[in-house]
T-cell receptor
Framework: NAGVTQTPKFQVLKTGQSMTLQCAQD?????MYWYRQDPGMGLRLIYY???????DKGEVPNGYNVSRLNKREFSLRLESAAPSQTSVYFC????????????FGPGTRLTVL | GQSLEQPSEVTAVEGAIVQINCTYQ??????LSWYQQHDGGAPTFLSY????GLEETGRFSSFLSRSDSYGYLLLQELQMKDSASYFC???????????FGKGTTLSVSS
């Protein structure tokens, strides 16, 4: 039982390049999330998916697209990377319960030059 | 708007007790959670309050007052390994995305 996995762990891009961050969970959770974390800014929600086939914008969706490929996988795409997208990206999943506990992946550290 | 306020930094010594406060202003409220994040790691769930009162889990306790839109995380018998960032988070509705505070960095010294 791996929990939430993310690939890659580290990535360096040049401005204008594109890439996809992959996330998968094996806990049969319905909901999945993408956050970015910048120093002093906490965790900011980019997009989330309450169930397979649905996605919704979060607080900072500009410059990103997502795909909920199936119940297990939720990918985040940067079409044209910008230096402002340099950040640590976390994927998380949760299942409806009293606590809405979210389980986070290890993160992807992205640098855009 | 929606906001959660918590202190940016707290320092303490080993064996002490520390309280991290969180006040929130959100369009809805279903529950308050606390997450811990060590440097370079991922956030991990610590505790959750949906009703007023104190929830205790070992050395950690969390409190909620819905009427005051306020909660706190209490850490007792502090250890060096408790040095980390602590985030409060609100569930505006059941099953929706959490809203996180900006985090409190706790430094524990010997």
């Amino acid at each position: 039982n791996a929990g939430v996995t993310q690939t890659p762990k580290f990535q360096v891009l040049k401005t204008g390049q594109s890439m996809t961050l992959q996330c998968a969970q094996d806990m049969n959770h319905n909901s999945m999330y993408w956050y970015r974390q910048d120093p002093g800014m906490g965790l900011r929600l980019i997009y989330y998916s309450a169930s397979e086939g649905t996605t919704d914008k979060g607080e900072v969706p500009n410059g990103y697209n997502v795909s909920r490929l199936n119940k297990r996988e939720f990918s985040l795409r940067l079409e044209s990377a910008a230096p402002s997208q340099t950040s640590v990206y976390f994927c998380a999943s949760s299942s409806p319960s009293g606590a809405d506990t979210q389980y986070f992946g290890p993160g992807t550290r992205l640098t855009v030059l | 708007g929606q906001s959660l306020e918590q202190p940016s930094e707290v320092t303490a010594v080993e064996g002490a007790i520390v309280q991290i406060n969180c006040t929130y202003q959100t369009s809805g409220f279903y529950g308050l959670s606390w997450y811990q994040q060590h440097d370079g790691g991922a956030p991990t769930f610590l505790s959750y309050n949906a009703l007023d009162g104190l929830e205790e889990t070992g050395r950690f306790s969390s409190f909620l007052s819905r009427s005051d839109s306020y909660g706190y995380l209490l850490l007792q018998e502090l250890q060096m390994k408790d040095s980390a960032s602590y985030f409060c988070a609100v569930s505006p509705q059941a099953g929706t995305a959490l809203i996180f505070g900006k985090g409190t960095t706790l430094s524990v010294s010997s």
